[in-house]
C-alpha cells in the first residue's frame, strides 16, 4: 500500500476507534534536557558514591533474568516497612511510580457515577488518569498563597459525594502542606476512599502514617523518586489489609521488575547515604529560597517539597523560561496549567552549583 494510502487508512481507523475525548487529548509532554542544567522534574542532582555503585553492580550480577521477579516484591515491601516505620499491621502496594497507582486506586473504584476529586492546582496526572478511565473529575480551587479553602472542599465533598479524594502533602507544585486539621476534616467529610499523597514527604515535616489508625477511609502513598531513585519507578501505597487486598486485584501481574526490586532492595539498606543527600537538599532550598526573596520582579513562595514555586512579576513567564533555557537552564514554567499559576514558574533543588548558575541567570534576566 502506497504511504499516503496507508497514512490515511490509519488516520479513518484511529477517528473511527479511539475515543474523541483522547484523540483531543495531547500526551504528557517531557522537555528535552540534553546540554542543559536539568532543574524542572523535582529529581534529586546526586548520585551515589563510587563503592556505594561498585557494591550495587555486584549484586546486579547475581541477578536471575530469565525468571519473573517477585509478584508481590516481598523483600523489598519489607526494606520500605523498616526504613519508614510501617508498622506490620498495615500493608504495602507496589506500583510502578505513583501513576500506576493512582491508576489502579480511580479503577478499581470506577463505577458510571464515580467522581475523583482534589485541591488544584495539584498533580496533574489525578485529573488526567481519571479522564482515561472515563470517571468525572472536580477541581477545587486553592485560596489565598495556595492554601487549601477547607469550605470549598467540604462544601465539593457534599455536592459531589467523591469516591476518592486526592491530597498531596506537600502540594505539587505549590511545595506547601495543607496542615493536619484541615486533612482531618476532609478525611472525616469524605464518604469514599482519601489518599494523602506522600511524594514529597522526605523534605517536609509531616507523616501521615500515624492517621492511618484513625480513620477507615485512609490510604497513604509515597514513592522513591524524589529521594534520588527516580530511574526506578518505584512507589508504594500503605492502608489497611482490606483496601490493599482490593486494590492489588487490579495491579497488573509482575508489575515491578527484577532490576528494580534488587536496586530498591539495595537503596533502603543503604538509605543513609539518601538521607544525607535529602538534609543538603532542605538547606540548600532555604538558601535558595531567601536568595529568590531578594529579586526585584518575582513572587516567591515557601516550600516544603525539593522545589520552589515563584511568579515572574515583570517578564512574561514563557519569555523567561525560554530565555532561562538560551542561558543553559531548564525549569518548569506552569504558566497556563491552572488560572492560579498565570506567570508561575518551578524550580528544582539543585547542587549548589547548579542553584547558583540559575541564581545569577535569573538575576541577570530580571535587570
Request: negative net charge.
Given at each position: 500500500?502506497?504511504?499516503?494510502?496507508l497514512?490515511?487508512?490509519?488516520?479513518?481507523?484511529?477517528?473511527?476507534?479511539?475515543?474523541?475525548?483522547?484523540?483531543?487529548?495531547?500526551?504528557?509532554?517531557?522537555?528535552?534536557?540534553?546540554?542543559?542544567?536539568?532543574?524542572?522534574?523535582?529529581?534529586?542532582?546526586?548520585?551515589?558514591?563510587?563503592s556505594?555503585k561498585?557494591?550495587w553492580?555486584?549484586?546486579?550480577?547475581?541477578?536471575?533474568?530469565?525468571?519473573?521477579?517477585?509478584?508481590?516484591g516481598?523483600?523489598?515491601?519489607?526494606?520500605l516497612?523498616e526504613?519508614?516505620?510501617?508498622?506490620?499491621?498495615?500493608?504495602?502496594?507496589?506500583?510502578?511510580?505513583?501513576?500506576?497507582?493512582?491508576?489502579?486506586?480511580?479503577?478499581?473504584?470506577?463505577?458510571?457515577?464515580?467522581?475523583?476529586?482534589?485541591?488544584?492546582?495539584s498533580?496533574?496526572?489525578?485529573?488526567?488518569?481519571?479522564?482515561?478511565?472515563?470517571?468525572?473529575?472536580?477541581?477545587?480551587?486553592?485560596?489565598?498563597?495556595f492554601?487549601?479553602?477547607l469550605?470549598?472542599?467540604?462544601?465539593?465533598?457534599?455536592?459531589?459525594?467523591?469516591?476518592?479524594?486526592?491530597?498531596?502533602?506537600?502540594?505539587?507544585?505549590t511545595?506547601n502542606?495543607?496542615?493536619e486539621?484541615?486533612v482531618r476534616?476532609?478525611?472525616?467529610?469524605?464518604?469514599?476512599?482519601?489518599?494523602?499523597?506522600e511524594?514529597?514527604?522526605?523534605?517536609?515535616?509531616?507523616?501521615?502514617?500515624?492517621?492511618?489508625?484513625?480513620?477507615?477511609?485512609?490510604?497513604v502513598m509515597r514513592?522513591?523518586?524524589?529521594?534520588?531513585?527516580?530511574?526506578?519507578?518505584?512507589?508504594?501505597?500503605?492502608?489497611h489489609?482490606?483496601?490493599?487486598?482490593?486494590?492489588?486485584?487490579?495491579?497488573?501481574?509482575?508489575?515491578?521488575?527484577?532490576?528494580?526490586?534488587?536496586?530498591?532492595?539495595?537503596?533502603l539498606?543503604?538509605y543513609?547515604?539518601?538521607?544525607?543527600?535529602?538534609?543538603?537538599?532542605?538547606?540548600?532550598?532555604?538558601?535558595?529560597?531567601?536568595?529568590?526573596?531578594?529579586?526585584?520582579?518575582?513572587?516567591?513562595?515557601?516550600?516544603?517539597?525539593?522545589?520552589?514555586l515563584?511568579?515572574?512579576?515583570k517578564?512574561?513567564?514563557?519569555?523567561?523560561h525560554?530565555?532561562?533555557?538560551?542561558?543553559?537552564?531548564?525549569?518548569?514554567?506552569?504558566?497556563?496549567?491552572?488560572?492560579?499559576?498565570?506567570?508561575?514558574?518551578?524550580?528544582?533543588?539543585?547542587?549548589?552549583?547548579?542553584n547558583?548558575?540559575?541564581?545569577?541567570?535569573?538575576?541577570?534576566?530580571?535587570?
Open positions: 500500500m502506497p504511504q499516503r494510502e497514512d490515511q487508512a490509519v488516520k479513518a481507523r484511529i477517528e473511527k476507534w479511539i475515543r474523541p475525548d483522547i484523540q483531543s487529548l495531547k500526551a504528557y509532554q517531557v522537555a528535552d534536557a540534553s546540554g542543559l542544567i536539568k532543574l524542572d522534574a523535582m529529581e534529586n542532582p546526586y548520585t551515589w558514591s563510587d556505594l561498585k557494591q553492580l555486584e549484586q546486579m550480577q547475581n541477578q536471575s533474568f530469565n525468571r519473573y521477579p517477585d509478584p508481590q516481598k523483600v523489598v515491601v519489607d526494606g516497612k526504613a519508614f516505620g510501617i508498622e506490620s499491621h498495615h500493608d504495602v502496594l507496589l506500583g510502578n511510580g505513583s501513576d500506576e497507582l493512582i491508576q489502579i486506586i480511580i479503577a478499581a473504584l470506577a463505577t458510571d457515577d464515580l467522581t475523583v476529586l482534589s485541591p488544584e492546582p498533580f496533574v496526572m489525578y485529573e488526567m488518569i481519571a479522564k482515561f478511565l472515563r470517571v468525572n473529575y472536580v477541581g477545587v480551587p486553592l485560596g489565598k498563597d492554601k487549601l479553602d469550605t470549598a472542599m467540604l462544601d465539593a465533598i457534599e455536592t459531589h459525594q467523591p469516591g476518592v479524594v486526592f491530597l498531596a502533602q506537600p502540594n505539587n507544585p511545595g502542606l495543607f496542615g486539621e484541615k476534616r476532609v478525611i472525616e467529610a469524605a464518604p469514599g476512599l482519601v489518599v494523602v499523597d511524594a514529597y514527604l522526605a523534605f517536609a515535616d509531616s507523616n501521615a502514617l500515624k492517621l492511618l489508625s484513625d480513620y477507615s477511609n485512609l490510604v514513592t522513591l523518586s524524589k529521594v534520588g531513585l527516580a530511574g526506578l519507578r518505584l512507589g508504594f501505597l500503605v492502608g489489609p482490606g483496601w490493599i487486598t482490593e486494590l492489588n486485584k487490579v495491579r497488573l501481574p509482575y508489575n515491578i521488575n527484577q532490576l528494580t526490586q534488587a536496586s530498591a532492595q539495595f537503596a539498606a543503604n543513609d547515604q539518601l538521607a544525607k543527600q535529602i538534609t543538603q537538599l532542605v538547606t540548600d532550598r532555604e538558601q535558595l529560597y531567601k536568595s529568590l526573596q531578594q529579586l526585584d520582579g518575582i513572587t516567591v513562595w515557601p516550600s516544603q517539597a525539593n522545589f520552589i515563584f511568579q515572574s512579576d517578564i512574561p513567564a514563557r519569555e523567561l525560554q530565555s532561562l533555557v538560551e542561558e543553559g537552564i531548564l525549569i518548569k514554567c506552569l504558566d497556563g496549567a491552572h488560572p492560579l499559576l498565570t506567570d508561575c514558574l518551578r524550580v528544582t533543588i539543585g547542587t549548589p552549583e547548579e547558583s548558575v540559575f541564581l545569577k541567570a535569573l538575576a541577570k534576566l530580571l535587570q
